[in-house]
């Protein structure tokens, strides 16, 4: 069945929830779970604060809530505590390994049972050194209070709804892995709701769905209060632009189970950081969230389709909303047709312009053909202008000069790219078509932009893009705009009357366009602030705005031939860019801020290590401490070095080149992002719980290979590091599916983590030697790092830490690192 939804912002919803309170998500009783999980503090895995302290509480409040629930309802609630391993091509591939683990699991069903699930998806644990209230703590209270709804209803659920509040999330979706590979409820769900946040606060954007599935984007569509979500975002996430994953990922790769993944977008620049607190998620935020996750929870668990939803696996959606208000949603193979409807209109609109008798079109169409090519042209020398800026900026080292003042790349980039496309069409007027009349050229340039994003249109859609619906848009609403306005351009020209048609008929796609385009910045322009020290970011920002003018220019370069003169605006935006320029390459816009309403810190790790490197004979050749310092953003240490002076470019990190990874302990696999560090000489730590490493058997297989079995014990998180050496390779081992999987450069990563009373992690790998070298077969590393508690700090790491100035988030822990030959 081929369906259309367009539903308003309040439709359908007075149906689903009668007007007692009790039965509507209170923001009050939310803010206050939000505002105990917090209050614990950072909420590592393995720590007592994640594994006991909120494992504690939330066991509580669930019982509170047990205790006051409809006897229509029964609830079951489990503390899972899984070990397993898999493997992921996050970041460019590494292994995961996770040792009892914890997941706290509260199944809500009707008093006869159910035989089919929805699952709802948190995690409670938080990144190391910061409060985690947007990533995850919010979710989870939205869910506690989403399940005390559900549960003291009158109206009795068709399906069973799990709620998973998981423990190990930021440990590379361990916890979630764990679940749904290992829980006897897992076989139950048949769909899943991801709760996760890029940000801090704002709205929850839909970013996933599917995989195909279109049922879940019509559940989401019929039943959300605030509907907001965009099928661009979900092309633009799975195509790896963004260096982020989410449990979706492991649900859908491993649990073969559709869903729909959320996240609070706004202000990532605190994201992770000891700034996610409670108070800056606005109540709005939370009713919000609280409002869709219950009707949409609801929903499913009352949907006739939850329980065969395998018979409605078919085909993609095309979904966004407008302006927030509803949602527009089609499959994709009815979005296939309306595009190459559109195609064809604008085909039948140029062929009968362009194959006309030759005498009556040879003008026109090789004026057509030029005017593309003066287009594109000016599109091309726009990109190098800002690129040119973009680069120039970036080698005085005042890159992310916007950071702060988003406005800076506007007035720097944005109008510099405006100017030229002004210019080159100027040119064009004035030096190639002299003889003809500006009311032809303005229709000549129209046409040209039909026909380049009727190009887009057509190219989006052969490759099979959702979001091809932007080009669609883009297309038809000018041309019926044209169509219409046609007969009164011909007779009066640009006039008044022509003009306002014009931009009345361009209303819809332009806003749609700006709406777009916020949501994009919104976004994306945080994360060029930790995007690593290898990716300047003022290239990648300026390529945008170059990308966003051509765009937004499209329909009105037309007017540049239509007007008397574009020296005036030429000039303001030559001025206006110049200005920037100066203050820019000056340095009068700092990139960071402390502002308390509105902080932007500069994001800094600082590892306090002793390395230890053993020769093939077991023998220390080399033994040195420091404090191994990564700037997570394009200008390094440059901005710290005056209130910092022993942090400069004398102590920058040498790669060791026979170590994995260089030799440093990398808490995750991002050394192709983060090449630029520092190495501050400090004295040996001493933590109070050392990691051991050993090599437990040594053995020769039928099959030439050495067969080398290893156990590890230390803190609740330890990353292992393996490079083979010339002559060997690594054939299998006892991690994941047993194929050993490379990351970036060629070494092998693992990412180990436990909870509370893990045993000793004992795992073999097998090479399979080719030749014999006088060096040995295999290097391996194992990196300890110590995230919580007493063994976390060192005075020299407190002292440093000090220093660093109030716009700067220095994250900080104590490892240590030892390598072995074999």
């Known amino acids: 069945m081929v369906w259309l939804l367009v539903i308003a912002h309040l439709s359908e919803q007075l149906t689903l929830f009668t007007s007692s309170p009790t039965l509507q998500v209170r923001w009050k009783a939310v803010r206050d779970y939000l505002e105990h999980i917090t209050s614990i503090g950072p909420r590592t895995t393995g720590s007592p604060e994640n594994e006991i302290l909120t494992v504690r509480y939330l066991l509580e409040q669930i019982k509170l809530i047990e205790v006051q629930s409809n006897s229509l309802h029964r609830i079951s609630v489990d503390v899972q505590r899984p070990t397993g391993s898999f493997s992921i091509d996050f970041l ?70 799990i709620f998973l509040f998981n423990g190990a999330e930021e440990n590379v979706l361990q916890a979630s892995h764990g679940f749904i590979t290992q829980h006897p409820w897992a076989s139950l769900i048949r769909a899943f709701i991801n709760l996760e946040a890029a940000g801090v606060g704002g709205k929850e954007l839909v970013f996933q769905t599917g995989p195909e599935n279109p049922w879940l984007v019509q559940a989401y569509v019929s039943a959300a209060k605030h509907p907001f979500a965009s099928v661009v975002a979900q092309e633009v996430f799975q195509s790896g632009i963004i260096p982020s994953d989410t449990d979706f990922r492991i649900y859908r790769d491993f649990g073969n189970i559709p869903g729909i993944d959320l996240a609070f977008i706004e202000n ?100 057509f053909f030029c005017g593309l090519g003066i287009t594109l042209i000016s599109w091309f020398t726009s990109l190098v202008t800002v690129l040119i800026i973009a680069v120039f900026i970036s080698l005085i080292g005042q890159s ?60 989006l859609t052969y490759q099979g893009l959702c979001s091809a619906f932007i080009s669609a848009v883009w297309v038809a609403f000018p041309l019926l705009t044209k169509l219409c306005v046609h007969k009164d351009f011909k007779r009066h020209g640009a006039g008044g009357k022509f003009i306002a048609f014009y931009l009345l008929g361009m209303f819809i796609p332009y806003l749609y366009a700006l709406y777009l385009i916020w949501a994009v910045f919104e976004m994306f322009t945080p994360i060029l602030g930790r995007s690593g020290s290898e990716i300047p970011p003022d290239v990648v920002l300026a390529s945008i705005l170059a990308g966003c003018t051509m765009i937004l220019s499209s329909y009105f370069i ?78 390094g240490m440059s901005h710290i070095t005056p209130h910092i002076p022993e942090i400069n470019d004398t102590i920058r990190a040498h790669c060791e080149e026979n170590a994995p990874l260089c030799g440093f302990p ?69 991690l994941g599916n047993g194929t050993p999987v490379t990351s970036k450069g060629g070494d092998y990563f693992v990412f180990y983590s436990h909870g509370l009373q893990a045993s000793a992690w004992q795992f073999w790998i097998e090479v399979q030697v080719l030749e014999e070298q006088p060096e040995g077969v295999v290097t391996v590393a194992i990196a300890a790092h110590y995230l919580s508690g007493e063994d976390k700090r060192s005075s020299q790491l407190d002292a440093l830490k000090e220093k660093f100035p109030d716009w700067t988030f220095p994250s900080a822990w104590v490892c240590t690192y030892h390598l072995f030959v074999f």
Not at 579 to 591: D, E, H, R, W
């Open 400 to 459: 992310l000069s916007w950071y702060n003042h988003f406005y800076v790349s506007v007035c720097l980039y944005g109008t510099a790219a405006v100017a030229k496309i002004i210019f080159i069409h100027t040119l064009a007027k004035r030096f190639h078509y002299v003889n003809a009349s500006d009311q032809y050229l303005g229709e000549v340039f129209f046409d040209v932009s039909l026909f380049v994003h009727c190009g887009f249109l057509t190219a």
């Open 268 to 367: 990532g620049y605190i994201y992770h950081t000891k700034y996610d607190t409670a108070d800056r998620i606005l109540t709005d935020s939370i009713q919000r969230a609280g409002d869709n996750i219950l009707a949409v929870l609801k929903y499913l668990a009352t949907s006739d389709m939850l329980a065969s939803s395998s018979k409605y696996q078919h085909g993609n959606m095309v979904f966004f909303d407008v302006l927030g208000l509803f949602v527009i949603a089609y499959p994709s193979r009815v979005g296939l047709i309306i595009n190459y409807v559109v195609v064809m209109a604008v085909a039948l609109y140029l062929g009968k312009k362009l194959l006309q008798p030759q005498n009556k079109t040879a003008t026109y169409t090789k004026d």
């Open 558 to 635: 037309n007017f540049i031939y239509l007007a008397k003169s574009t020296k005036r605006t030429m000039l303001t935006l030559t001025l206006v860019c110049t200005i920037a320029f100066l203050l820019v390459c000056s340095g009068t816009f700092f990139p960071y801020s402390s502002n308390p309403a509105s902080p932007k810190p500069k994001r800094v790790f600082l590892q306090h290590m002793t390395r230890t490197f053993h020769d093939l004979d077991g023998h220390v050749v080399k033994r040195d401490s420091g404090i191994w310092i990564n700037g997570f953003d394009y200008t």
């Open 92 to 161: 460019g591939g590494f292994t995961s390994y996770y040792d009892n683990i914890t997941n706290v699991v509260v199944k809500l069903e009707p008093s006869d049972g159910a035989q089919h699930a929805v699952l709802a998806n948190c995690h409670f644990d938080s990144v190391a050194n910061s409060p985690g209230a947007s990533d995850d703590a919010v979710s989870c209270s939205v869910m506690l209070e989403v399940l005390r709804v559900l549960s003291t209803s009158s109206e009795a659920l068709h399906h069973a709804v």
């Open 666 to 734: 990398w808490y995750l696999p991002v050394h192709f992002l983060i090449r630029k560090n520092w190495y501050l000489p400090a004295p040996e730590v001493s933590p109070k719980e050392p990691a051991h490493f050993r090599l437990v058997s040594k053995e020769q297989t039928p099959w030439d290979s050495v067969k080398l079995t290893f156990e590890a014990t230390g803190p609740s998180h330890m990353s292992f590091y393996v490079r083979t050496h010339k002559g060997s390779t690594l054939s299998q081992w006892s």
